[in-house]
């Protein structure tokens, strides 16, 4: 059995794709996060060919334009239709391509601070989107955000806000993404994630530390988070899916996790396996491949 681990291209940010692409097979990452952003916005084609001859497998894709409102770092366009149909696009550019995979959202700031109105139309939003997402056979995960950037970026940023935009959507196809770095404060988790499992379609993994930046994550094990615990809630709800390693960081620090995109993808994916291993009894085959691959750490170091 692999290990259910992959990587988000937002953890090798300045690398373009086709560097993320030769690096991820390099490390022997088998599943990848793909950022639109990285891809040419004209034509794509070559880059979705590139990417099925990898032999990476897709499990999850962050549009280009991935909110239904606007974001700090993404204001324009201000108007949510044509957000939503830039969403549309996406999800029909790659659907024929990786049937089954999962498109991130946020949902953006509230309008004018109005929430209540903000519930509303995110809501008669993620309907319309959710029915495109399950005419194109895949799904789409609200993903909460920490506090922190509450109406930054995000008007939902608990499990318990995220679970009415997802009853408000009634599809099938619209879930719930967890992130790790966003939800570890959150005290009614393991609660809600027993109530919505089947709703789980993602899982984003980092730790945290107080950020110096708005960018400023730690690799698994490297912060605060009791991972180990918040991943076997996840696990016990029942989610068998993939837990992608997203990495937002800091150039101008010189501890920034950007500037060893190797080293931080092999101690990423080490640090990964031992939290497994620990969690499940990976298999001792697995467990030497961890070995090895600290030993390519300590080599790096």
């Given at each position: ?46 880059q ?15 549009p ?13 366009p201000?108007?949510s ?5 830039a ?10 391509h ?6 991130i ?32 056979g ?5 993903e ?11 008007f939902?940023?608990?499990?318990a ?23 570890w ?9 027993r109530e919505i ?12 530390r ?6 400023d994550?730690k ?5 605060i988070?009791p ?39 092999d ?12 969690l ?21 170091a």
């Amino acid at each position: 059995m692999k290990l259910p681990f992959g990587i988000s291209q937002f953890t090798t940010s300045p690398l373009t794709f086709e560097e993320d692409l030769d690096l991820y097979q390099d490390c022997g990452i088998d599943y990848i996060e793909v950022c639109e952003d990285k891809m040419d916005e004209i034509d794509p084609q070559p880059q979705i060919m590139a990417l099925l001859e990898s032999g990476l497998s897709v499990e999850s894709i962050q549009p280009r334009l991935h909110s239904v409102f606007p974001l700090q770092t993404q204001p324009e366009p201000y108007d949510s239709l044509t957000r939503v149909e830039a969403f549309r696009e996406t999800i029909e550019t790659f659907a024929p391509h990786f049937p089954g995979v999962t498109f991130i959202t946020v949902t953006g700031q509230a309008p004018g601070g109005n929430f209540k109105e903000a519930y509303a139309e995110a809501g008669r939003f993620y309907r319309e989107l959710g029915i495109i997402a399950e005419a194109n056979g895949v799904s789409i995960a609200l993903e909460p955000l920490n506090p922190i950037s509450m109406n930054v970026d995000s008007f939902i940023c608990s499990l318990a806000h995220a679970r009415r935009l997802i009853d408000a959507a009634a599809s099938p196809a619209f879930g719930l993404c967890i992130d790790t770095w966003h939800l570890w404060e959150d005290e009614s988790i393991a609660y809600h994630l027993r109530e919505i499992a089947p709703k789980i379609f993602a899982v984003h993994l980092s730790d945290w530390r107080t950020p110096r930046s708005p960018r400023d994550r730690k690799l698994p094990g490297d912060g605060i988070i009791p991972l180990q615990t918040f991943l076997r809630t996840i696990h016990d709800s029942g989610y068998d899916g993939i837990y992608t390693l997203e990495l937002f960081s800091d150039l101008t620090f010189t501890d920034s996790l950007w500037r060893q995109p190797r080293q931080t993808i092999d101690m990423g994916r080490a640090k990964f396996a031992q939290l497994w291993s620990e969690l499940t009894g990976w298999t001792e085959s697995q467990k030497s491949d961890a070995a090895s691959l600290n030993g390519r750490i300590s080599v790096l170091a």
